[in-house]
């Protein structure tokens, strides 16, 4: 039993609208029920099938690949399961244009075709890919009851089409709207459950590999012991406009309150943002004088922080559902996890975050000492602030090394004093932190910042990427009324990390380029309106129904030429012919065009033995009823006809050599 009509066609566009994928679940259903319309089949055996099946294999891991690449955490299985349709397709379309209406599992299976190999088990593949188009459409399901009614109805559709004779219609879709009923909330349950494991889950097993950002707080590494490793991925690209610089620091999330190896952000709560047209973001009311970056990035877990430039007041074509923004100027936004690729408008010269508070001033007590000790060995508490930053930086740079080694720390002292007094060597967050403390201790006010440093430019890309080894930290100080960006940490830590690079990074590039652009295409692709594809589909109708008209009439055209080609044959074999072939030898031959009677009337008068062609008459008239009758003539008569024409011969040649 086969689907009914249109259903495959609005169950792919049903998986489309789910998923996002209307560019390719328009056509995959047009070519499929274009198939009910287009007469032309394949004729394919079972390996043909299983060649089919190979490109499906191909297909299957180009997604993996693009999916490893692009997306690493938990969302993948997801999203594997949304591609589905588009991976076995191929089989499906083979199977609606060839001759058998079934496929041979021997074609699905790895194993090679056998000497007389008996058919295993004829399998019609649009049931499983019905319920495999559904099963895609739930792993993107994010419009509660609209999945589910869209469910419903395709599902009972075709249980409609299968149910028993022996229930009515009637009694069947009550039955089925009751059970619909039922299930509403047993649907809505599940579906919040699936949410809620689904967000948990990924966020506890995504800390495994990829620090997770938190804009409330944040661990450092300050005190661990060992060596800190840091991946060669690429996490953002970046593209100045033509002919800017590109921005040194990407910040990421600012805190002002520490302990301990923590930072937080207290009152950290997210104001949201007004929203312009086309996706645009207003931060800060905009000004003439400005820079402009695209970023792109991957959104996870469908909420995450934006990377921006000192001074951004204003963000473009960011497709998300909502951006936030707290006053320490950390910005979220909010959508489902996706590829972004957004443009920034900012001025390095300015600051939008709050004013300092009490906060931005405070120094826990465990720090307090070795902070007093630096202080008064620099003497800082007589220099102007200007003053303060260069001898601060100095210091660090000077007497202080950076480092991934942590070396274990003595118990009477806090691992950031012995940074301080001791070993004096570390990584970027033991600078930052230090000095932040450091500068509070002398009543500027400061606070902590974490992002990403941008100085790889990609020959390869020609853009900048930063990787997650080029994650930093560096201290936010409010000097003449705003608030800039102080980094003391040696400058030879770019040069240190990128020593550490593994020697598979160029490799590594390659693959993540790839699955960069792979993204790019299909951000473009999910970001198309589907009422912008309609100037597409329409043409698109017209055309298949011009293409359907036009073979129809080259069909019924060849059609009536064979036809007329057979009419034209019947009668050819008749044995008048040859009498006629006889006649022209003699010099007697027909005109063109003239009938068969004008003719012997013109040989009777020219000859001085008209009467025998007298028996010509009664030939040619059995003759026309073979060559133009629609019912033709019987055996019996075929037979007289034959006879008849070589008993004349006979007797015309008789009669001429009688003459002679």
């Not at 996002?20 to 070519?31: K, Q, S, V």
């Not at 990584?427 to 932040?436: M, P």
């Not at 020609?462 to 930290?473: G, K, L, T």
């Not at 007697?588 to 012997?600: K, V």
Request: charged share 20%; proline share 4%.
């Amino acid at each position: 039993m086969k689907l009914p009509p249109f259903l495959l066609g609005a169950t792919l566009l049903f998986w489309g609208w789910q998923t996002g994928f209307w560019i390719i679940a328009i056509p995959l259903a047009i070519i499929y029920e274009s198939s009910r319309y287009i007469n032309w089949r394949w004729n394919l055996a079972t390996a043909d099938f299983r060649s089919t099946s190979h490109i499906c294999t191909v297909l299957l891991v180009g997604v993996l690949i693009y999916l490893l690449v692009s997306d690493r955490s938990l969302q993948l299985i997801f999203s594997f399961f949304q591609w589905l349709p588009v991976i076995c397709s191929p089989l499906v379309i083979a199977q609606a244009y060839s001759t058998s209406d079934r496929v041979d599992l021997h074609a699905l299976l790895v194993f090679k075709e056998q000497a007389n190999q008996k058919q295993l088990f004829p399998l019609d593949l649009t049931y499983p890919y019905f319920a495999l188009c559904i099963l895609a459409a739930s792993a993107a399901n994010v419009r509660d009851l609209f999945f589910y009614a869209g469910a419903v109805f395709l599902i009972g559709h075709v249980l409609i089409t299968i149910r028993s004779k022996r229930f009515s219609v009637l009694v069947f879709i009550s039955l089925l709207i009751l059970a619909t009923a039922l299930g509403a909330a047993g649907h809505i349950g599940l579906h919040r459950g699936q949410i809620a494991l689904q967000q948990n889950t990924a966020r506890f097993f995504y800390r495994f590999y990829r620090p997770q950002t938190d804009p409330n707080q944040i661990t450092t590494a300050i005190g661990d012991i060992g060596s800190v490793k840091q991946s060669n991925k690429i996490v953002l690209r970046l593209k100045p406009a033509s002919g800017q610089i590109a921005p040194t620091l990407i910040r990421q999330a600012t805190y002002n309150k520490y302990s301990s190896g923590f930072w937080g952000a207290t009152k950290a709560e997210f104001v949201p943002i007004k929203a312009g047209n086309n996706n645009t973001w207003i931060l800060e009311n905009g000004y003439p004088e400005k820079r402009e970056v695209t970023i792109s990035e991957n959104l996870d877990e469908g909420r995450g922080l934006l990377k921006l430039p000192q001074g951004s007041f204003r963000v473009n074509k960011l497709p998300v559902e909502k951006v936030e923004q707290n006053q320490y100027g950390t910005v979220q936004a909010i959508a489902e996890p996706s590829f972004l690729s957004y443009q920034i408008q900012y001025n390095p010269q300015l600051s939008f975050a709050s004013p300092p508070t009490a906060e931005d001033l405070q120094i826990p007590k465990l720090e307090q000492s070795a902070i007093a000790r630096i202080i008064n060995e620099l003497e800082l508490a007589s220099k102007s602030p200007q003053e303060i930053l260069s001898t601060v930086n100095r210091f660090f740079s000077t007497e202080f090394s950076y480092s991934l080694k942590l070396a274990r720390q003595r118990r009477d002292r806090t691992p950031l004093s012995a940074f301080l007094l001791r070993h004096r060597s570390g990584h970027c967050e033991y600078f930052a932190t230090a000095t932040t403390l450091l500068l509070r201790g002398v009543g500027i006010p400061t606070r902590y910042t974490v992002g990403y440093s941008v100085h790889e430019l990609s020959r390869l890309e020609r853009q900048y990427v930063v990787r997650a080894r080029h994650a930093h930290a560096w201290t936010q100080v409010y000097i003449n009324g705003k608030w800039q960006a102080f980094d003391t940490t040696p400058a030879s830590w770019i040069a240190i990390e990128d020593n550490a690079a593994s020697n598979w990074q160029h490799f590594q590039d390659l693959t993540s380029l790839i699955g960069f652009q792979f993204s790019q295409l299909l951000a473009i692709v999910k970001n198309i309106e589907i009422r912008r594809l309609w100037w597409l589909i329409f043409p698109l109708g017209f055309i298949l129904v011009r293409f359907s008209r036009q073979r129809q009439k080259r069909r019924l055209t060849a059609l009536r030429i064979k036809q007329n080609a057979v009419e034209y044959n019947i009668g050819a074999d008749s044995e008048i012919y040859l009498i006629e072939r006889e006649l022209n030898k003699l010099g007697l031959a027909r005109e063109q065009a003239e009938t068969w009677q004008n003719w012997l009337k013109r040989l009777q008068n020219a000859s001085d033995n008209s009467a025998i062609f007298d028996g010509l008459y009664a030939i040619v008239k059995l003759h026309y009823r073979y060559r133009f009758d629609p019912h033709g003539i019987g055996v019996r008569e075929r037979e007289q006809l034959r006879s008849a024409c070589r008993a004349w011969l006979e007797q015309y040649q008789s009669t001429l050599n009688s003459d002679r």
